[in-house]
């Protein structure tokens, strides 16, 4: 049983299309977030969902888009990706701010 | 704004011995201060959280400590394994109702055989 799942694990795409990438927990906690975690291994907080509200958006570009149809739900979609959003992108879930639990990550590669 | 520093070299260090890891923090006084572990190619696995009232946290072979007063976590694994190789990121949490952890940029430990 998987705690926090993303699918997919890899994606690649060309410049300018649109992904999304899909995360869902099943440990019932109330915060949900998604991390990207660049070339030289940095892992930089993007959002936090709190019961489903946006309460953490770090200076995202608006083609990042998340949304939480339910609190065990997390989805990153991304407009007209470019190739600067290659990196890793981590989604993880935790009871109000204890330990956070990592999904696996997706690898995305924009070409 | 919050920062977290470790040491990006990688750390050699041969079986048996203990591995002392640091990080550092600046500009805030984080409530606790998280330790994960990453393997290649998988997602950051929690270890041990230790919070600014206490000094030290043990689980198993690991130790981490607290000082405020340096700005400074140590994360120690004993008697380590060639399995213990990976790379360990501090995070900085900074209370209830903040919602996001700061982590640093990990430290690459390689426990030789």
């Known amino acids: 049983d998987t705690a926090v799942s993303q699918t997919p694990k890899y994606l690649v795409t060309q410049m300018g299309n649109d992904k999304s990438i899909k995360c869902e927990q099943n440990?019932?906690?109330?915060?949900m977030y998604w991390y990207k975690q660049d070339s030289k291994k940095f892992l930089k907080i993007m959002f936090s969902?709190?019961?489903?509200?946006?309460?953490i958006n770090e200076t995202v570009p608006n083609r990042f888009s998340p949304k939480s149809p339910d609190k065990a739900h997390l989805n990153l979609h991304i407009n007209s990706l470019e190739l600067g959003d290659s990196a890793v992108y981590f989604c993880?879930?935790?009871?109000?701010?204890?330990?956070?639990?990592f999904g696996q990550g997706t690898r995305l590669t924009v070409v | 704004s919050q920062k977290i520093e470790q040491n990006s070299e990688a750390l050699n260090i041969q079986e048996g011995k203990t591995a002392t890891l640091t990080c550092n923090y600046t500009?805030?006084?984080?409530?606790?201060l998280q330790w994960y572990r990453q393997d290649p190619g998988r997602g950051p696995v929690f270890l041990l959280l230790?919070?600014?009232?206490?000094k030290e946290k043990r689980k198993e072979r690991l130790k981490v400590t607290f000082d405020t007063t340096l700005k400074q976590s140590l994360f120690h694994i004993t008697a380590s394994q060639p399995a213990d190789s990976a790379t360990y990121l501090c995070?900085?949490?900074?209370?209830?109702?903040?919602?996001?952890?700061?982590f640093g940029t990990g430290t690459r430990l390689k426990v030789l055989a």
């Open positions: 440990l019932g906690h109330d915060t």
């Open positions: 969902y709190n019961n489903k509200e946006l309460i």
């Open positions: 995070a900085q949490g900074l209370g209830a109702g903040t919602y996001k952890y700061i």
């Open positions: 993880a879930s935790s009871h109000s701010t204890e330990e956070a639990f």
């Open positions: 230790i919070r600014e009232n206490e």
């Open positions: 500009n805030y006084s984080p409530a606790y």
